[in-house]
């Protein structure tokens, strides 16, 4: 039996800073910048990161969607879990699907997101794509519409006016400001609630 001396206290909950927008819109890019200048130091938790550890087996076409919809979901569970334990995090994600969104709002503790949306203008996001080489030629312009679609962030950032650099570096001037209600709880109330 744990005396009360041994056991830990329960930490705060970790902020959650909340990037989304499209493939190529420069998350990784303002998530890393984050972690180079936030204080205490964040962890980068990014969706693509949680795609690449599956195993490399190949899976039938018609699973696919069911097994990356299982990734997202257990991916949303870990932020929630990093932020439980008290751990500051930079999420890295596209709300891409309606239900992305409602399943983080159920999970995620609302007060503690910061949710800062990253947008591109389409020919950058093209442009991009073509450059890295990675992804499949279009995937941007198909979530251009459906990744913003929700509409309410605390913050939003142009990353094609502005480098990663300067978002990051607007997003902390932010965090000691931002609204509260936060865009979370405001989702929550809107979209859970009713």
């Given at each position: ?5 041994e ?15 499209t493939?190529?819109s ?31 087996r190949?899976?039938p ?5 069911a097994?990356i ?20 995090v ?16 159920e999970?995620?503790?609302?007060e503690?997101?910061v949710?800062i ?13 073509q450059a890295r ?15 913003h679609a ?10 094609h ?7 990051a570096?607007?997003?902390?001037d932010?965090?000691?400001?931002r609204p ?15």
């Open positions: 039996m744990t005396s009360p001396q056991s830990s206290p329960r930490p705060a909950t970790g902020r959650i800073i909340f990037l989304n927008g493939s190529s420069g998350k990784s890019s303002v998530a890393a910048e984050l972690l180079r200048i936030l204080e205490p130091s964040h962890y980068h938790l990014a969706v693509d990161a949680f795609h690449a550890m599956r195993s490399k190949h899976i076409p018609d699973l696919v969607d097994e919809d299982r990734t997202v979901k257990g991916f949303h569970r870990a932020v929630a879990g990093m932020a439980a334990a008290g751990n500051p930079v999420v890295d994600h596209v709300l891409g699907k309606r239900w992305r969104l409602l399943d983080c709002l999970v995620l503790p609302a503690d997101v949710l949306g990253l947008r591109c203008p389409r020919v950058e996001l093209l442009r991009r794509e080489g990675d992804r499949p030629p279009g995937l941007a312009a198909l979530q251009f519409d459906r990744v929700h509409g309410v962030y605390d913050l939003e950032c142009d990353t006016a502005y480098s990663p650099a300067e978002c570096r607007r997003i902390r932010f965090l000691p400001h509260s209600p936060t865009a979370f709880e405001r989702l929550r109330r809107i979209l859970l609630d009713g």
